[in-house]
T-cell receptor, first 115, second 114 residues
Framework: GAGVSQSPSNKVTEKGKDVELRCDPISGHTALYWYRQSLGQGLEFLIYFQGNSAPDKSGLPSDRFSAERTGGSVSTLTIQRTQQEDSAVYLC?????????????FGDGTRLSIL | AQSVTQLGSHVSVSEGALVLLRCNYSSSVPPYLFWYVQYPNQGLQLLLKYTTGATLVKGINGFEAEFKKSETSFHLTKPSAHMSDAAEYFCAVSRGSSASKIIFGSGTRLSIRP
């Protein structure tokens, strides 16, 4: 079956531009996460969606970052007025439910480069 | 609060040698523990997980890990390294509650020498 799909796989943009990153989770997965992975770093939690509950936005680094999840499926992470420090790989993961014993399934990420 | 510490950002072993990647955690409640592997330009892939029951967990690609509560450790091992094992490995912990997030360690890059 299809895994988590992220698009685009690579994005190069100029400083100050807005970007949108897309995540298609595995069908039926109610939980969805966004992470940021900077060069040589671990995973930095950004935001978490669970069903129709209010998202956990506690990891978003600034108000330039936002995310939405429409219809409980596809999610879009938006970065406004991009800065060079936003350059990183953005990973999306989905999980069958909010149960903490469930593993996350990751997409291959979007590599974002800010010039 | 919970955290995960991976000792050694880079480990290098010879092909055929034992692989040992260290992970220690702190958690105020019984943890669920995971190891993920990340190959270049890919997302993370689950290697194995511990939830309850047997403390020695076997995963894919010949890897296994043992949950040791007394040592708050969940080290990853493989008896004989293969060139294809070269990758980044992440240990992660989630709380045994309805908490939303899992916490990842900073990762260990495994290199295999021919």
């Amino acid at each position: 079956g299809a895994g988590v799909s992220q698009s685009p796989s690579n994005k190069v943009t100029e400083k100050g531009k807005d970007v949108e990153l897309r995540c298609d989770p595995i069908s039926g997965h109610t939980a969805l996460y966004w992470y940021r992975q900077s060069l040589g770093q671990g995973l930095e939690f950004l935001i978490y969606f669970q069903g129709n509950s209010a998202p956990d936005k506690s990891g978003l680094p600034s108000d330039r970052f936002s995310a939405e999840r429409t219809g409980g499926s596809v999610s879009t992470l938006t970065i406004q007025r991009t800065q060079q420090e936003d350059s990183a790989v953005y990973l999306c993961a989905s999980k069958l439910s909010q149960g903490t014993d469930q593993p996350q399934h990751f997409g291959d990420g979007t590599r974002l480069s800010i010039l | 609060a919970q955290s995960v510490t991976q000792l050694g950002s880079h480990v290098s072993v010879s092909e055929g040698a034992l692989v040992l990647l260290r992970c220690n955690y702190s958690s105020s409640v019984p943890p669920y523990l995971f190891w993920y592997v990340q190959y270049p330009n890919q997302g993370l892939q689950l290697l194995l997980k511990y939830t309850t029951g047997a403390t020695l967990v076997k995963g894919i690609n010949g890897f296994e890990a043992e949950f040791k509560k007394s040592e708050t450790s969940f080290h990853l091992t493989k008896p004989s390294a293969h060139m294809s094992d070269a990758a980044e490995y992440f240990c992660a912990v989630s709380r045994g509650s309805s908490a939303s997030k899992i916490i990842f360690g900073s990762g260990t890059r495994l290199s295999i020498r021919p």
